[in-house]
């Protein structure tokens, strides 16, 4: 067995950014050069494969590495016997199915018997043979939505995120096929004989996740306000009080969603709260 667990990451694409985000935002140190083959992890026992997202799920799947960041839809559409070890919240999107905006068809079952060109043919197969709606699906490797335009077929099912690109094309959304966003798979062998480092991995990747979308939260407030302040408050599990020099004054600290620190704010100093600080978090262990 090699002695440093084995990575693969997207060296292109959409997915690049928001990966090497989250992997120095977990305090991995790496050089990414001209992300050339193979960084090695400086702080971890971790060596990072850059290969193209689409093949990331052989590499895993061959062994070559131990794990991969790939996206959800590539590995549905791969068939792969892969474990998917956590989301990892970004590069959200949905396989969609969309036809010309003044087409007949207004939902999936109307395209019984269409012609629907994708590049995702498996999931798109599976999903229309489940559904027991006969199509004909037609495999393209790229630039599907012009595919109705130049008559190659009635719809397509194609990766969505916004729905502009539809838009553009004259396209409209019919219905959802898959949704996806960006996981963390493992091989099967690796799973099983790595699995200690492995859960290493998706503690170390989690607690980034989990601490993305809050803020730590620090105010002063007067003791006899607290009841009413804790209920704004509920905390990871319950805010922290801690009595100040002066009498009858506290300290609280608590943990909220960052969407919901605009709203609390003027509820907060309405409560008596002052000298109000929101600090960002960098990693949660609950
Ligand atoms: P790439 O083609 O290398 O840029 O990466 C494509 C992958 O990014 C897809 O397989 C999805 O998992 C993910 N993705 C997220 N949003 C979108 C989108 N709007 N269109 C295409 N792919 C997306």
Known sequence: MRDRLRLAIPNKGRLVDPTLALLHDAGLVFEEHDRSLVAHVQNHPLDVLFVRTGDVIEFVNDGVADAGITGGDILAESGANLRTLCNLGYGRCRLAAAAPADALYQAIADLAGARVATSHPNVTRRFFADQTIPVEVITLSGAVEV????????????????????????????????????????????????????????????????????????????????????????????????????????????????????????????????????????????
Do not use: C, F
């Not at 804790?230 to 100040?244: D, H, Q």
């Open 147 to 286: 595919a109705p335009r130049l008559g190659l077929a009635d719809a397509i099912v194609d990766l969505v995120s916004t729905g502009s690109t539809l838009a553009m094309n004259g396209l409209r959304a019919i219905g959802d096929i898959l949704a996806s966003e960006a996981v963390l798979v493992a091989g099967p062998q690796a799973a099983d004989q790595r699995a200690d480092e492995l859960h290493g991995i998706v503690m170390m990747l989690g607690s980034v996740m989990a601490a993305r979308g809050r803020k730590y939260l620090m105010m002063n407030a007067p003791a006899a306000r607290l009841a009413e302040l804790e209920s704004m408050l509920p905390g990871l599990e319950s805010p922290s009080v801690i009595p100040l020099a002066h009498a009858g004054m506290i300290a609280i600290h608590s943990v909220v969603g960052t969407d919901e620190v605009w709203g609390l704010l003027p509820r907060l100093k309405a409560a008596g709260a002052s000298g109000i600080l929101v600090l960002p978090i960098e990693k949660i262990l609950p």
